[in-house]
């Protein structure tokens, strides 16, 4: 990554920082809900939310969260159920049950929230940069922060050649933010590079709205469309898994996934490689009568690294299954009344057709 002109040449001549400050004056985002009171707690779930998430989607879920649990301590007392319900929606739940089990670690060890960097990544779902914006924004301690935002803004700047997902080139834009932070208001400059990223800086960037344009190598060079490099292209897989939705007197047949793997914690139907299969389960596991099988209309889920066909089978059942009685990895849940738990999102969707049907 090295030539013989350095990313950033460090010296005083380099007023990245003053331009950048000076743009987040008169244009940054400043009524943010998690600006209103900058705790470390606020600002954790705030970023955790953040990761792969824009901040529109984030913020009905973060002040709903908020309410629910709007210190670490309670976090740390809450059922995972109740945590992993007002999650629902968000995705990537291993982040929802990180920060659940982080927060009890957190209270056992601390007490509150950790003031030192090596704590703060010592817990589960906090890396690098989520440790450096809890303590910048929070406590405007000088660490530099490297977010999906942030890492676009500094490719197309220092024009750094390569896809931010590898080690050479998160080594490379490390060093260009490290560099870059300043000693002074680093709250305000680590918010204020996230909100060029977010607002300016985007895919289809605004060069002319940017406060750092002039000295941007990407821009220079007309290469904006080349930074950051895309990762390596790969074929991207589909599969398919049958769903059963096994209906009886308005309840519905769920299951709580195991806590790895996709929507691990979440409540969610039965799967099965194949209808036939389903067929059996109703028979031998459930010992109820069928009196009809839908096929409904497939429905495709889609994840960052694979699509899901999803091939829902609704069985009306005639009369009670031999167990109907909830545990705690199965439950026969009230279609009619809002769930107590966390419920995948397609599954929820299914839910809702399976609503209309029900009178």
């Not at 824009?54 to 007392?77: E, N, S």
């Not at 596991?285 to 089978?313: C, G, K, M, N, Q």
């Amino acid at each position: 990554m090295k030539d013989a002109n350095p990313i950033v040449e460090p010296g005083a001549h380099d007023t990245f920082a003053a331009r950048l400050l000076a743009w987040h004056a008169a244009h940054g985002r400043k009524d943010l809900p998690w600006q209103a009171e900058r705790t470390p707690y606020r600002v954790w779930v705030s970023e955790i939310m953040l990761q792969q998430t824009q901040v529109a989607t984030v913020i009905p879920y973060y002040l709903r969260f908020m309410a629910a649990f709007p210190d670490v301590r309670t976090l740390a007392r809450a059922d995972l159920d109740a945590v992993l319900r007002r999650w629902a929606g968000l995705g990537y739940y291993a982040r929802a049950r990180n920060l659940h089990r982080a927060a009890a670690l957190v209270v056992e060890r601390h007490g509150e929230v950790p003031e030192r960097f090596e704590d703060l990544l010592a817990l589960p779902g906090i890396g690098r940069s989520t440790a450096g914006a809890i303590l910048s924004l929070s406590r405007g301690e000088r660490h530099a922060i490297l977010d999906g935002n942030v890492k676009r803004v500094l490719a197309r700047h220092a024009a750094v050649p390569g896809w931010p997902g590898s080690a050479p080139v998160a080594a490379a834009l490390w060093e260009v933010a490290e560099r870059h932070t300043p000693h002074a208001e680093v709250a305000a400059y680590n918010q204020a590079m996230m909100d060029l990223g977010a607002t300016v800086c985007t895919r289809v960037p605004a060069c002319e709205r940017c406060p750092v344009a002039d000295d941007c190598r990407a821009r220079a060079q007309g290469r904006i469309a080349d930074f950051p490099g895309r990762r390596p292209r790969r074929e991207r897989p589909a599969k398919q898994t049958h769903m059963a939705l096994a209906l009886c007197g308005g309840h519905l047949y769920l299951e709580r996934r195991a806590a790895s793997g996709i929507w691990g914690g979440l409540w969610s139907l039965p799967e099965f490689p194949e209808e036939g299969a389903i067929l059996d389960w109703c028979e031998q596991s459930l010992a109820a009568t069928l009196v009809a099988l839908e096929r409904w209309e497939p429905l495709r889920h889609s994840f960052s690294h694979y699509d899901l066909d999803i091939l829902p089978v609704a069985l009306r059942l005639a009369t009670p299954p031999r167990a109907l009685a909830d545990t705690d990895a199965a439950v026969w849940y009230r279609v009619s009344e809002a769930p107590r738990f966390g419920i995948a999102a397609p599954v929820q969707r299914l839910i809702d057709k399976l609503r209309t049907d029900i009178p």
